[in-house]
């Protein structure tokens, strides 16, 4: 069946960094389109930023231009999320999205929390 697992959360001081790691299964994952996204308590569900099968990025939040970076490695089918210069307002559940076409699945989510 399909998986995503996502890895690397926890807690880590303000500036500090951290990457997020998004393990696929049970699907053609070199095929889709994946994207992260965070939720921070309160708030709504976030696109942070995206790749295409291909390895074209785009950032959507302006928060984290110039600090996070995704990547993907097709031969492990996993997705990453480096992120760096963190701060308190990175806080959130971050999850993992792959798209193709309408088919949308997503990760359970790993915590992230930026505090002194």
């Known amino acids: 069946q399909v998986q995503l697992v996502e890895s690397g959360g926890g807690l880590v001081q303000p500036g500090g960094s951290l990457r997020l790691s998004c393990a696929a299964s049970g699907f053609t994952f070199s095929t889709y389109a994946m994207s992260w996204y965070r939720q921070a308590p309160g708030k709504e569900r976030e696109l942070v930023n995206s790749i295409t099968s291909t390895g074209g990025t785009t950032t959507y939040a302006d928060s984290v231009k110039g600090r996070f970076t995704i990547s993907r490695d097709n031969a492990k089918n996993t997705v990453y999320l480096q992120m760096n210069s963190l701060k308190p307002e990175d806080t959130a559940v971050y999850y993992c999205?792959?798209?193709?076409?309408?088919?949308?699945?997503w990760g359970q989510g790993t915590q992230v929390t930026v505090s002194s």
């Open positions: 999205n792959a798209r193709s076409g309408y088919v949308r699945y």
